[in-house]
């Protein structure tokens, strides 16, 4: 019987497996070095009855035994009722790529520059608009997911899938630190490139940001105090993912790269909200003002105070949500530095026999 170089990897590559599908919360870890210490006992324990080192096939006998890793992460799951535990962590797989990741970038890109559109610069009633279409949206579709998903729990036709697989079919196990994906680093360095043309030009054509608004309203000066900051946090964005593409080696410069540059916004959306907010005559300097023509038009005095009270509100989420990022950024970080650490201080108990 042919052996594999290394079979105990298998355990590695079950346990990765297994992680995968496991709730992404604090008690994750723990469960999974749980779970991976009894494999390695059953192993040995193995390995003493029959008085050899196992192969690949009968270190798959006993994964198998122990269940597919979708079932044995819904075992160490919180348990549900409506959809059981095999399907559950797929049902909120799907839930999560179908809300998040297409219906919200739908709505924000594609559905809310047209509704703004339509409303003719009415940002309001466009925002308005978009909220209610994509709250229906997420609502319907998280319902209609639901329903497939509780109607495939009762038909059981999830027995077989759980059934039907081979731990030597499983994927090989990742390193922890992995390179960036490519396309995702070309697809920000583009995006980025677009974003630093796109602040380039306002200066030049208004119309990019205010749109038809442009005919009685025009940025105030608070955003030439800024503008050249602005543009610079623009070229350290877009030169980032660049430096992430030619040094793929350096795995400390992502989790480094993106907390400095979430530091830096916080850094100039903090001055430039005290800059609103302090004005010598005890007023605010506005974020838009109107335009000689619009200044003795009531109307267009509503529409302009609107509109810098949207910016102001913008700003300040934009604010609030920049702090919790720096936090979630600086946790990537320091955990980063950890495992490295940990790393380094790791014996080579797993390396190939």
């Known amino acids: 019987m042919s052996k594999s170089r290394n079979p105990i990897e298998l355990v590695d590559r079950y346990l990765q497996a297994v992680r995968f599908w496991m709730p992404k919360n604090q008690r994750q870890e723990e469960l999974m070095a749980e779970l991976g210490e009894d494999l390695?006992?059953?192993?040995?324990?193995?390995?003493?009855?029959?008085?050899?080192?196992?192969?690949?096939t009968e270190v798959s006998a006993i994964l198998k035994r122990c269940g597919s890793p979708m079932v044995v992460a819904s075992r160490l799951g919180p348990k549900r009722h409506l959809?059981?535990?095999?399907?559950?962590?797929?049902?909120t797989f799907v839930l999560?790529?179908?809300l998040l990741w297409i219906l919200v970038p739908v709505f924000i890109f594609i559905v809310g520059p047209v509704n703004l559109a339509n409303s003719g610069g009415d940002w309001a009633s466009a925002l308005g608009n978009t909220i209610g279409d994509l709250w229906s949206g997420l609502f319907i579709a998280a319902g209609v997911i639901t329903l497939v998903f509780a109607i495939l729990e009762r038909s059981h036709a999830h027995d077989a899938m759980a059934c039907n697989?081979?731990?030597?079919?499983?994927?090989?196990?990742?390193?922890?630190?992995?390179?960036?994906?490519?396309?995702?680093t070309v697809?920000?360095?583009?995006?980025?490139?677009?974003?630093?043309?796109?602040l380039l030009l306002l200066p030049h054509y208004s119309a990019l940001i205010l749109g038809p608004a442009r005919k009685f309203l025009t940025p105030g000066p608070i955003w030439h105090t800024f503008y050249v900051p602005i543009i610079l946090l623009a070229v350290?964005?877009?030169?980032?993912?660049?430096?992430?593409?030619a040094k793929p080696q350096?795995?400390?410069?992502?989790?480094?790269?993106?907390?400095?540059?979430?530091?830096?916004?916080?850094?100039?959306?903090n001055y430039m909200l005290n800059a609103a907010s302090q004005a010598p005559n005890g007023q605010w300097h506005p974020f838009v003002v109107l335009t000689e023509p619009a200044r003795n038009s009531a109307q267009y005095i509503r529409v302009a105070a609107t509109v810098?009270?949207?910016?102001?509100?913008?700003?300040?989420?934009?604010?609030?949500?920049?702090?919790?990022?720096?936090?979630?950024?600086?946790?990537?970080?320091?955990?980063?530095?950890?495992n490295r650490i940990s790393g380094a201080q790791q014996p080579a108990s797993m390396q190939a026999q």
């Open 96 to 98: 999560r790529m179908v």
């Open 250 to 269: 350096w795995t400390w410069f992502p989790p480094f790269a993106q907390l400095l540059q979430t530091v830096f916004s916080l850094i100039i959306l």
């Open 83 to 91: 959809i059981g535990p095999t399907l559950y962590p797929i049902y």
């Open 165 to 184: 697989w081979d731990p030597l079919s499983l994927p090989p196990v990742r390193k922890q630190e992995k390179k960036p994906s490519l396309v995702q």
């Open 236 to 245: 350290f964005a877009l030169l980032r993912p660049g430096v992430t593409l």
């Open 40 to 56: 390695r006992s059953q192993v040995e324990e193995k390995e003493t009855e029959l008085g050899h080192a196992l192969d690949a």
């Open 187 to 198: 697809c920000e360095m583009a995006f980025n490139f677009f974003g630093l043309i796109w």
């Open 308 to 338: 810098n009270v949207s910016i102001l509100i913008g700003l300040a989420s934009a604010w609030l949500g920049l702090c919790i990022a720096a936090i979630v950024h600086s946790w990537q970080l320091v955990r980063y530095i950890r």
